[in-house]
């Protein structure tokens, strides 16, 4: 299984990278080959980044992607933007957001009108890790 992992990573927004880093981890734990890791590495993206050939690289992630699970207590365009992609193809997404600051979460992670579009708040990374965990053994089928 194939899971794209998306995350606010615009000028500096990266207060979030150590729950980015939770979910990576959780996927791997999983089994689950996680595409877009990069966005788990602080320094990412650096100015030597070719942008063009990174947005190439993720268009393709996200056409083999199974499922999406981001981080989203950040809105962001590129998050959106992954999302739909995904959500386009018929794919699960799990939208995680931090649940002391619900208040400020977007609309479109809190009432998202799709069924296949879960969204989830989470109050510290073992309670991020599990609703990755769950999320991936209801793909495989091993939880309702």
């Known amino acids: ?12 927004r ?34 030597s980044v070719d942008r063009a050939r990174a947005l190439r690289e ?4 996200l056409q083999e992607a199974d499922a999406l699970v981001a981080e989203a207590t950040i809105s962001s365009t590129g998050v959106g933007c992954e999302l739909t992609t995904v959500q386009m193809r018929g794919r699960p ?5 931090d649940a002391h600051f619900g208040f400020r979460i977007s609309d479109w992670v809190l009432h998202h009108p799709d069924s296949k579009v879960v969204s989830r708040p989470y109050r510290d990374l073992p309670e991020l890790a599990e609703e990755v965990r769950r999320f991936v053994r209801q793909l495989r089928g091993q939880e309702s």
């Not at 299984?1 to 500096?12: D, E």
């Not at 997404?93 to 957001?97: C, I, P, R, S």
């Open 93 to 97: 997404v799990l939208l995680l957001y």
């Open 14 to 47: 990266r207060e979030y990278v150590e729950a980015v880093r939770a979910i990576a981890q959780a996927l791997r734990e999983e089994g689950v080959e996680v595409l877009n890791e990069r966005v788990a590495d602080s320094t990412f993206p650096q100015p």
């Open 1 to 12: 299984m194939k899971v794209f992992l998306s995350a606010a990573i615009t000028s500096g």
């Open 58 to 61: 993720v268009a393709q992630w």
